[in-house]
């Protein structure tokens, strides 16, 4: 729970390899799904693969958020996963690893089309990003 904000939890596929062969992440989709729904609480957009005209989980993409109202409790969330792949891809076993976060947010403007601003939690690994007044 963030302190006066909400959250957010987002992810990121990297390539599927095999061996010398890949496949990139735009291949492989996702729809993601809220599993305890409450006020405040949303799932994050349907990410298309790239075979869908969609960028994939290339680039992180919302699982989903919480505002202020949302944010307090536990979420289960879950996601349906699209891979497609071309026609005749090499054969083989691929293996990839999708990365799933949670940040901070502060919600800054309640504006249609305004995103909220993101901090990381601090943790060995990254640092505070300083959030504007």
Do not use: C
Request: proline share 11%; aromatic share 4%; charged share 15%.
């Amino acid at each position: 729970q963030a302190a006066g904000g909400g959250w957010q939890v987002s992810g990121q596929s990297s390539d599927l390899t095999s061996g010398t062969m890949t496949l990139g992440s735009e291949h492989l989709g996702w729809t993601p799904e809220v599993l305890t729904p409450r006020t405040g609480l949303v799932a994050g957009a349907t990410v298309p693969s790239v075979l869908d005209g969609g960028p994939g989980l290339a680039d992180p993409a919302s699982l989903a958020s919480a505002d202020a109202e949302g944010r307090f409790g536990s979420a289960d969330l879950t996601a349906d996963l699209l891979l497609e792949v071309p026609v005749d891809p090499p054969p083989g076993t691929y293996r990839g690893t999708v990365t799933v976060s949670l940040f901070s947010v502060d919600w800054v403007d309640d504006t249609p089309g305004v995103r909220p601003k993101v901090g990381r939690t601090p943790g060995p690994q990254n640092q505070r990003i300083p959030r504007e007044p």
